[in-house]
């Protein structure tokens, strides 16, 4: 038979179609033309006629070339490399290589694409984080020179400062040291804070301070004044300064409103000053009250913040030490008033507030910065590999004397531009992310958070990240372009040759770390899953299901007093037991897992406090309600009443606390005997321990008293009691049902903090699912990163390896043989990369021991898990081109060089 | 000679009811249509190939390289589920069609 391939391909080449294609095409018209030729030969052509016959439908037909044109894609040749020549001035090269690189850019969408989305993710990512970062960690706080106010408070050795301090101690250090300027003490005024007039009621956050307050923040109020010294003393008048937010919205911005009076819980107060717009402390608070403290109290609540002003010249450390030895001399004059270990402490007030979450952003960048490394390694392989493609071409440029760095310095703008867009994508990406992370942010887990914005060490941040970004990434193919080999680059066959080899090996050292990056990411997210999980199982110590708990914060002058109080109480709890769904209701003064009320206690026979421990008034059928287990003695009943017997009800943990393995029934005890309750109290039963705080913290020693014995001091605390419903099903369609008995109880009481207990159990674990749900996002971007750069490799290996894979499928390879070979070759890859991750990972997860529950940091359950799922994603990533390899046309691919 | 609009209009249905019945090549594709058409209708290569490979990118018909006894590999085109389902639709158009020169001038196609 004729050879008709040679004009066939002639014909072609115009066309410039990948050989694998060509050949195909040539093959196919090969067989037609052949059948032609023969066709006319047994028709009688002689062999000449019948040749140029059978050949000129195909070589002389312009129409089928142009019709093949729209169909076949066209091999796109890589643009030429070389800008024009050097203009001798530094900023126009410049200019000349950045036009260079868009263009070149511009001409490989789906390069661009991939390359600009992975650096979005990762640049966008750490930028989101750093944001928050900078607003929490790094940005002053909102006061003037801020980083002169401390806080001073209760320290124990082992333990985190922090802890407020009680007024004695307030009063001896403000007027014993010699580091302050000035020195306050604030205190929330609570949450039954109202403001009120004939028409209205609202709800508002209220500061009690001292006035110095002013002075130590150094904010004056826009309107109006301070508080004045006669007005901080016991008995002074009762005044207030309001919050510009709340003068705006409820006074109308009414400027005479300096001199009137408002009613403040009820009160009568004077309004003296308005805060300035956006003055915020500890949030934004509506109304701020002198603290009348008496200078001689001797009130042992720890209930004050206290902050001061620090001297010039003066450091937060030395403040400390001076601190300590105060308390020395505290500690001699008033030796009850301490505990054994006690000091105080001082602490740049930012520092001391943000501590609780410094530890988990910096792992959280720490995190992110890992994804930004995967994938600037996934650029720099795509980059070796677009590299490869244009090796002959840069072989010869270099070759007719083209200056290497004339070349690194292109491939860096090219690396910088890509990086650039990448960084734009990631900031929006962030601003988007960020909008998103304020939703599903848990209140309360992060300091600040009302501060985090973009500002201007922000948008530094991310133009350095995708600047540095760019740099790292080019340095592969940068630092390859120095050691190219010209002579071998420029024979046929380059990938063969060092030059092929080198940039092998790099692109396969980058896979190993990417994998090894996303075990490490993964890991973390699992020990992650772990600590929520075992969050979720811990038993609170009562039955959660079910359980319906809110408040109705009675005030004013109907419930000034704990009888008037108790007796709304007996009539609420009638209306709700009878109301269809609910099986049985109680009270409690707190419920658990929402905040905590400590009372310093004493048993009888001893003459100094011996600790402080949770109080807790309730009704009788509070342990019934709760499902909670009477382990010896009884119950409270009806006749747990004001003129009976005091008693009380303790819990394991007190039991144990208290009477170390003794028996605690019929033992005695006064909790708040000091200011709120002189009785001594006969412990008639124990009762299982319940989680207060968090899951994760050991339920604390708490006593319970009956509600019906109530000292009259305990009308603020019972207040904020909350009513708790045992109900048959979903507790929150109650809702409307408890609404209108309360409104049928009285009109002016609200229904507040309607919840179900699973919503509170639900809030409390809700900073664990958060660090959860962020790292697990991570690793799940580092984990597709990692799979896309080896994908990408073997793709590449094996369009490499055609030829190799043509010659042995043509020996006799079968499919699952060539399957078998490229799978291993990755698998290899990812192997290493699983064991160097690994090790990196035991080293690494260490810093996350303070974020787990119930798991250590290298758990080797999560380890081997994990392990397993890079193998899994591995193999998988390496599948589809070793499928393809099996695919390939042994004679197509031998032809094919 | 058919005109070279209507000649266009056609040759997808053409290839999809040749290949309708078993794998065939292009050499056998253009033949039969010049056969069964009695010579009214010659598909050169130009319109040939190009149409096959039009198809087959947009999933009507799919390749395949066969080597038989005794013979060198071609590449067979057989039709595709896809395929079948515009066959037919295309037939129904084409019937509607005749139906309707008919009813208006008078062309009976049987």
Known sequence: MPNWDDAIRERLAELRLEP??????????????????????????????????????????????????????????????????????????????????????????????????????????????????????????????????????????????????????????????QSFENLTATQEMGSNTYVSDDTQTDFVQGMIVSADFFRVMSIAPARGRAFTANEDSPGGDRVVILGDSLWRRRFGSDDTIIGKTIALNGNAFMVVGIMPLGFEYYGAQDVFVPMQMNPASKNEGHNWTVIGRLRPGLSAEQAQSEAALLFEKFRSIYPQQVQRNETFGARTWRINMTGSVRELLWILLGAVSLVLLIACANVANLQLTRAAARQKEIAIRM??????WRLIRQLLTEGLVLALIGGSG??????????????????????????????????????????????????????????????????????????????????????????????????????????????????????????????ISPRGKSYDTVTKINGLYLRGLERFRNLPGVEAVAITSKLPLDAQFNLPYRLRGQNQFAGAVQYRLITPDYFRVMKMAIRKGRQFDASDSRSSEAVAIVNEAFAKRSFAGGEALDQQLCIGCDKFDPAMRRIVGVVNDTKQQSLSDISPATVFVPLAQAADGMSGILRQASFVCRTTGDPLLLGTAIRSEVHALDPSLPVRNLHSMDQLVGRSIAPQRFNFSLLSLFSGLGLLLAAVGIYAVMAYNVSQRTHEIGLRMALGAQGHQVLGLVLKQGMRLGLTGVVLGLVTSYAATRLLKNLLFGVSATDPVTLAAVALLLIGATLLACYFPARRATRVDPLVALRHE | MLDREVKRGSTEVLILALVQDRPRHGYEIAKLIEQRSEGVLQFHAASLYPLLYRLEKRGLISGRWIEKAGQRRRRYYKLSVAGQKVLAEQRKTWKDFFTALDRVAGINPA
């Open chain 1, 20 to 177: 694998v294609r060509e050949s195909e095409i040539v093959e196919e018209w090969s067989e037609h033309i052949n059948d032609r030729y023969e066709e006319l030969l047994a028709g009688g052509a002689t062999e000449n006629e019948a040749l140029s016959s059978a050949l000129v439908e195909f070589t002389e037909n312009d129409e089928l070339i142009r019709e093949l044109r729209q169909t076949e894609r066209v091999v796109r040749r890589e643009p030429p490399l070389l800008a024009p020549a050097s203009t001798g001035n530094m900023a126009a090269d410049f200019w000349q290589d950045f036009r260079y690189a868009l263009r070149t850019i511009g001409k490989a969408p789906a390069f661009t694409g991939i390359c600009v989305l992975a650096l979005a993710l990762g640049i966008g990512a750490n930028t989101a984080i750093f944001t928050v970062v900078n607003a929490v960690l790094l940005r002053p706080l909102p006061y003037p020179e801020s980083e002169k106010l401390v806080e001073l408070g209760r320290a124990f050795p082992g333990s985190e400062f922090g802890g407020n301090l009680s007024e004695p101690k307030f009063v001896f250090l403000r007027d014993h040291n």
């Open chain 1, 399 to 404: 070759a007719i004397g083209g200056g290497s």
């Open chain 1, 426 to 551: 990631g900031l929006l990406l962030a601003i988007w992310g960020l909008n998103a992370m304020r939703q599903l942010l848990p209140d309360g887990l992060i300091p600040r958070v009302e501060e985090v914005s973009l500002d201007w060490r922000v948008l530094i941040f991310c133009l350095a990240a995708s600047l540095l970004t760019g740099l790292v990434f080019s340095l592969a193919p940068a630092w390859h372009l120095l050691r190219v080999d010209l002579n071998g680059a420029l024979k046929e066959g380059t990938n063969k040759t060092g030059a092929g080899v080198t940039r092998g090996r790099l692109r396969n050292v980058l896979v190993v770390v990417e994998v090894a990056l996303a075990l490490a990411l993964t890991v973390s997210a699992g020990l992650m899953l772990r600590t929520f999980a075992n969050l979720r199982g811990v038993e609170p110590g009562f039955a959660t299901q079910n359980l319906l708990g809110f408040e």
